[in-house]
């Protein structure tokens, strides 16, 4: 999607708290940024839905490339929770962008603590058993119903 400053908190900043949001700072004129879009949308395509994909034309958007401290392109910037987290810059190789990627995701133990409900809780919990942020979830939720026993 193509995100301007007047969308970028909505598009960007607020979408990141759900999941990791990629943008590309690009510019028509620049090879380089020619060469990586494909490369990121094809993996926004493959990950269906795990991260976001947005690009800024820097050229169009001076402000906001100059506020995210752009002065080279193509600049990759990862966000999370409504802060940048991990950037690259310049065209890489569909092997190392997607490895960049896979450091961002969240693990499946983490998708399905994200979701909530005794029944994610425990699936979480029974692809990653040392996840024990989805442990006091679930020993919270439990307590919540008064199941005291469960919880301990």
Same mark, same amino acid.
Request: hydrophobic share 50%; with cysteine.
């Given at each position: 999607? $193509? #995100?301007?400053? =007047?969308?970028? /908190?909505? $598009? #960007?900043?607020? =979408?990141?708290? /759900?999941?990791? #949001?990629?943008?590309?700072?690009?510019?028509?004129?620049?090879?380089?940024?020619?060469?990586l879009g494909p490369i990121l949308e094809k993996l926004e395509r493959?990950?269906?839905g795990r991260f976001r994909l947005a690009k800024v034309n820097s050229d169009e958007e001076q402000e906001l490339a100059a506020a995210f401290g752009v002065r080279s392109i193509p600049m990759v910037m990862a966000f999370r929770n409504a802060r940048p987290v991990a950037q690259f810059l310049g065209a890489q190789p569909e092997t190392q962008v997607r490895a960049f990627i896979e450091r961002l995701l969240p693990s499946p133990s983490e998708v399905e603590r994200l979701k909530g409900g005794e029944a994610a809780l425990r699936k979480a919990l029974e692809l990653d058993p040392r996840n024990d942020l989805a442990r006091l979830d679930l020993?919270?939720?439990?307590?919540?119903?008064?199941r005291i026993d469960e919880a301990e």
């Open positions: 999607m $193509d #995100v301007t400053a =007047a969308t970028f /908190e909505r $598009d #960007v900043l607020e =979408a990141s708290a /759900e999941m990791p #949001v990629l943008v590309d700072f690009w510019a028509s004129w620049c090879a380089p940024c020619r060469a493959e990950h269906a020993a919270e939720l439990l307590i919540g119903e008064k």
